[in-house]
């Protein structure tokens, strides 16, 4: 069983920015041999995929709309992925969810993963505002 908390949500204007934390409770092994991935999902829609990192971290990948303006990196050391949130825009209001995939080390070390159905284990979600 792996524990996934993440925090760093809020309330913020346009334009500016947030650094969303997530921090497993996993061994230091059991995290760093697994790709990390977030999503997000507003009222009345479905949850959708915005970043992921690799097990390695030596590859990323972002939905169009965040390119450019979030990044997304880890630090094994600390159990911990991060989702640097910059020029913030009002359509990216919603619940941010980071999740880890169990046995990643089965696949390459680049390997990312972008649906929901990938994931082993999610956290319980940090909301994130953007005001006009």
């Known amino acids: 069983q792996v524990q996934l908390v993440e925090s760093g949500g809020g309330l913020v204007q346009a334009g500016g920015s947030l650094r969303l934390s997530c921090a497993a409770s996993a061994s230091g092994q059991t995290f760093s041999s697994s790709a990390m991935g977030w999503f997000r999902q507003a009222p009345g829609k479905e949850r959708e995929f915005v970043a992921a990192i690799s097990r390695s971290a030596g590859t990323t990948d972002y939905i169009d709309s965040v390119k450019g303006r979030f990044t997304i990196s880890r630090d094994n050391a600390k159990n911990t992925v991060y989702l640097q949130m910059n020029s913030l825009k009002p359509e990216d209001t919603a619940v941010y969810y980071c999740?880890?995939?169990?046995?990643?080390?089965?696949?390459?070390?680049?390997?990312?993963?972008?649906?929901?159905?990938?994931?082993?284990?999610w956290g319980q979600g940090t909301q994130v505002t953007v005001s006009s």
């Open positions: 999740a880890v995939r169990i046995g990643s080390s089965w696949y390459r070390a680049s390997a990312l993963f972008k649906s929901t159905r990938d994931y082993t284990y």
